[in-house]
Structures are given as C-alpha cells and as structure tokens.
C-alpha cells in the first residue's frame, strides 16, 4: 500500500512538472504549431486513466476551445469551452460538502462581481450579435461553475475555477475592449494554472 501510494505521488508531481514544461514552452520565443494546445492536450490524454470520463472530456474540450482560439474562431471557442464548464460543473457539483443557500450565496459573492464587471465593463464593446449572445451565456456558465467549485471542500478546484474565471475575464477584455498583449500573456498564465488545479484537486477526489 505505501509503494503504490508513493508511486501514485512520483506519477501525479511527474505530470505537474511535464505539463509545466509544456506551459513555458509556450510563452518562449519559439515557433511550433499549435503550443497553446500541448498543455491542455497532455492533461486530456493523461486523464484518461483517471477513469473519470467527465474530466477527460472537460479537458478534451478545453483543448479543442484551445485549437479554435489559436485559428481565431472565436465562435467555436466559446462553444467548446462552454461545454466544459458545464462538465466541470457537473463534477463539481457532486463534490459538494455543504449546499445550505447561506453557503451558496458565499460561494457566488466572487463570480457575481466578476461578472457585473463583465457585463459593465466588456459585453457592451462586442459587437457581433451572436459573439456577445454566446460571450453572455459562457459567462454565466463559468460563474455557476466557480460557485459550484466554492461549495467543495478542497482548496484547489476553488482556486483554479476562480483563476480560470480570471483569466476569462482577462482574455475578453484584451480581444473586446483594449487589446493588451501582456494581458493576454497573463490571461494565459492563470488559465494554465487554473486548469491545473482543477485537475489536480478533481483527481485525487476521485
């Protein structure tokens, strides 16, 4: 029991530093086709022996948002990463150690002002009817998804959904408002992590 258990901490911290790896190759000065992917590409295949089909497909369709994203189709990312907030909030929502309304309400306090700041602040500068449709509506998902996370009792899908929504918020305001390309270096940052928590604290709940 003590040598799979050791062996299952190399395994997991293994993963860690490959998919870190994978994350500052991307912000390196170097040209390869599609980095953005790699990291989230290498979470997905390594997921699928978690035997948590969800998560797996979560990651999945965090990748293919990843793909879109780097061809430019806005649209179709929005999509796919909508799909995986509702995957993640499924998973989440079965983790949920206390769904009291006075817990709800607490955990939603961090993804409602990050969205009335959104609403305030980014949706009225997108233009295209169903970009700012789709942009509403993923914005909503990826709250319902932080406050979900919030309901949980470890400390890593709580910090990674926050993250994940930041880096969201981020991202939308360099492509819809000003466009600030450090913002969208840092955007990507908190993505990266975020996902990793999500990941890491997903999968030793399993």
């Not at 980014?122 to 979900?148: R, S």
Request: aromatic share 10%; hydrophobic share 60%; net charge positive.
């Amino acid at each position: 029991m003590k040598h799979s258990s050791h062996r299952d901490f190399l395994e997991r911290w293994g993963v860690v530093a490959l998919y870190l790896l994978l994350c500052v190759l991307f912000f390196l000065p170097i040209t390869a086709p599609y980095k953005l992917v790699y990291p989230l590409l290498f979470l997905t295949l390594v997921s699928l022996r978690s035997k948590m089909p969800q998560l797996t497909l979560a990651l999945a369709f965090s990748a293919i948002g990843d793909v879109c994203g780097a061809e430019g189709k806005l649209l179709f990312q929005i999509g796919a990463f909508a799909v995986a907030q509702i995957l993640y909030f499924l998973l989440l929502t079965k983790r949920a150690s206390d769904r009291s309304p006075l817990r709800v309400a607490a955990s939603a306090i961090t993804p409602v002002l990050v969205l009335v700041v959104a609403f305030v602040a980014i949706v009225p500068a997108i233009e295209v009817g169903v970009v700012k449709v789709g942009a509403i509506v993923y914005a909503i998902l990826i709250g319902v998804m932080v406050t979900a996370a919030g309901l949980t009792k470890r400390w890593g899908p709580r910090v990674g959904a926050t993250l994940f929504m930041l880096s969201d918020f981020m991202l939308a305001h360099s492509l819809f408002v000003a466009p600030n390309p450090t913002l969208r270096r840092v955007s990507l940052a908190l993505y990266f992590a975020g996902q990793l928590l999500l990941w890491l604290g997903l999968c030793k709940e399993r």
